[in-house]
């Protein structure tokens, strides 16, 4: 079992960065596919971005690709989201996952084990 908390949100503005960081407690961190999804208001939870458990693979979804990176840290046991060029649709709710059983490529259907609780990035125009 794994617990995930969330930090790193806040108000920006467009075109600011911020880094996101997910602290995992538990055992067998570097077991996990871990991953980033977001909620925006009055939406349904989408992927974001996922990495393999050592981070030799990423995937993105299409609306992030090129402006967010995922990385991990295993021996920190800390999943990193850094996003540059944020923009006002990128505000949400951003919550990190893990599963054992899942790749950065699948998990976009969902289906993910363990959930943190989120974080809230509010970008203004």
């Known amino acids: 079992q794994v617990q995930l908390v969330e930090s790193g949100g806040g108000l920006v503005q467009a075109g600011d960065s911020v880094r996101l960081s997910c602290a995992a407690s538990?055992?067998?961190?570097?077991?996990?596919?871990m991953g980033w999804f977001r909620q925006a208001p009055g939406k349904e939870r989408e992927f974001v971005a996922g990495?393999?458990?050592?981070?030799?693979?990423?995937h993105y979804a299409d609306s992030v690709k090129g402006r967010f990176t995922i990385s991990r840290v295993n021996a920190k046991i800390t999943v990193y989201l850094q996003m540059n060029k944020l923009k006002p649709e990128d505000t949400a709710v951003y919550y990190c996952?893990?599963?054992?059983?899942?790749?950065?490529?699948?998990?976009?259907?969902?289906?993910?084990?363990?959930w943190g609780k989120g974080t809230l990035v509010t970008v203004s125009s």
């Open positions: 996952a893990a599963d054992r059983y899942t790749t950065p490529q699948a998990m976009g259907a969902g289906g993910m084990g363990y």
């Open positions: 538990g055992r067998a961190f570097s077991s996990y596919t």
């Open positions: 990495i393999s458990q050592y981070g030799g693979t990423t």
